[in-house]
């Protein structure tokens, strides 16, 4: 189910409820954010839809345009927009009020229903979209802070963040970074060669040093003969 319902009224809030939707949508995914237009399928019950939506939400963002508060809809029990309010208060459901653009003014308890004068005490978020930026990062960081399943995948990764790069790992592994002085290791059960550190690896295998040399494993069916570049010592040290 989505985690933010936005809330507006058709000619009063349409347009900036469809850019906060598509703003949250790429933020945090298209199946977090439910707006009725986009989100109902044709076919589908709508006022089951909306209920059920509201009330298994974790945020509502109501979007209050000029016109809001002094609208006829409002005080009529039917009117969508009051009902979705009303379920969310009911459910304990936080409300964001997003002021629609500068003239829109703050809500005021004495100009809106009983029921909702709780409304004009919440603090709200202005969004001009003239302005559009400042206004959509705050409504979802506000959101991220309500929502912990909320998580912005805008958001620019931290450089001190480590990523795990071990594969097929069987047992206890540990992954670090910006390790200072010596460090130890220990290797359980290995099967196979491990290097660590300098130097050259000799695993299961002659060695040589010298200026030169022969090494023959297994059956040797023929002869070899191998000459080697002048000695060292001559011939009275022999």
């Known amino acids: ?3 933010v319902f936005v809330n507006y009224r058709t000619g009063d809030g349409d347009k900036t409820a469809a850019v906060i939707d598509r703003e949250l949508s790429h933020r945090f995914g298209e199946d977090k954010v439910f707006r009725a237009s986009k989100s109902i399928k044709p076919g589908s019950p709508y006022p089951a839809e909306l209920l059920d939506n ?3 939400c974790s945020a509502l963002v109501a ?3 000029p016109d809001w508060a002094g609208a006829p809809a409002l005080r009529d029990e039917n009117d969508w927009v009051r009902r979705e309010i009303m379920e969310a208060l009911a459910h304990s459901i936080p409300v964001i009020p997003v002021l629609d653009g500068r003239r829109t003014e703050r809500l005021r ?3 809106l229903p009983a029921e ?3 409304l004009a005490d919440y603090q709200s978020i202005r969004l001009d979209l003239q302005d559009a930026e400042s206004g959509l990062t705050r409504i979802a960081k506000t959101l991220v802070e309500l929502v ?6 805008t958001t620019a990764e931290r450089p001190d963040t480590v990523h795990n790069q071990m594969r097929d790992v069987h047992g206890t592994g540990v992954q670090s970074r910006d390790i200072h002085g010596d460090v130890g290791t220990v290797v359980k059960g290995n099967q196979g060669p491990i290097h660590m ?3 050259n690896q000799y695993n299961n295998s002659p060695h040589f040093s010298g200026p030169g040399a022969t090494y023959v494993q297994g059956n040797n069916e023929g002869g070899i003969r191998h000459t080697l570049g002048g000695s060292d010592k001559n011939e009275d040290e022999r």
């Open 63 to 65: 979007v209050i345009g």
């Open 109 to 111: 308890s004495s100009e």
């Open 197 to 199: 550190g300098k130097g």
């Open 1 to 3: 189910m989505p985690e």
């Open 54 to 56: 509201v009330r298994n």
């Open 148 to 153: 912990p399943a909320l998580r912005d995948r």
């Open 116 to 118: 909702l004068g709780q």
